[in-house]
């Protein structure tokens, strides 16, 4: 089945910096690439999303590239602000197996520091 | 919000037992997937159902099973409890199978078995 992997697991950043973070899957017929984002004890928030057919997609201060030839896609912050300190989950949808399945990356902890 | 809702929210039990946990998806959404969120693995997939039909499944228990009703509302049922269930539970809704991928959580219930 699919794999993803996410790094880094945590990323402390100073306010205004930038902040990536990158995920690379397994299953190259994986079509579907979402990003969450979860504060403490919330529900996953979906922030941007991007499918296999799109190489670049960006909403604001957030932007999400993917490389189908690398199997890896990463997300961007610009102009972090405190607000943006949560837990950051990639995702990927794979084909096998029907349905709409999402395997998740094991998250990664961002920290936005005055 | 996301427009799906959980009940309930908490749940403290005892190994054993048996529950189950509720979920609604949003409005006019046909798909409703279950997720378990521990501190050590992360977010995973259990099951789906789409329009009342078991679609995909993960790594669900056998002692886990879950159901979709006529109105679209989910139920997963959590039986013979372990201390290792203990997680947050989380349930997810999507428009349709095909060409709407995303998915959208709900607030998540929160079990912990003692």
């Known amino acids: 089945g699919e794999n993803v992997e996410q790094h880094p697991s945590t990323l402390s950043v100073q306010e205004g910096d930038s902040a990536v973070i990158k995920c690379t899957y397994s299953?190259?017929?994986?079509?579907?690439f979402p990003w969450y984002k979860q504060e403490l004890g919330k529900r996953p928030q979906l922030i941007i999303d991007i499918r296999s057919n799109v190489g670049e997609k960006k909403d604001q201060r957030i932007a999400v590239t993917l490389n189908k030839t690398a199997k890896h896609f990463s997300l961007h912050i610009t102009e972090t602000q405190p607000e943006d300190s949560a837990v950051y989950f990639c995702?990927?949808?794979?084909?096998?197996?029907?349905?709409?399945?999402?395997?998740f990356g094991t998250g990664t902890q961002l920290k936005v520091e005055l | 919000d996301s427009g799906v809702t959980q009940t309930p929210k908490h749940l403290i039990t005892a190994t054993g037992q048996r529950v189950t946990l509720r979920c609604s998806p949003r409005s006019g959404d046909l798909s409703v997937y279950w997720y378990q969120q521990s501190l050590d693995q992360g977010l995973q997939f259990l099951i789906q159902?789409?329009?009342?039909?078991?679609?995909a499944k993960g790594n669900i228990l056998e002692r886990f099973s879950a159901q979709q009703f006529p109105d679209l509302h989910s139920e997963l049922n959590l039986s013979s409890l372990e201390l290792g269930d203990s997680a947050l539970y989380f349930c997810a809704s999507s428009p349709l199978e095909t060409f709407s991928y995303e998915q959208y959580f709900g607030p998540g219930t929160r079990l912990t078995v003692t």
């Open positions: 995702a990927a949808r794979g084909v096998t197996g029907g349905g709409n399945k999402l395997t």
């Open positions: 159902y789409y329009n009342g039909e078991e679609r």
């Open positions: 299953d190259s017929a994986s079509n579907y």
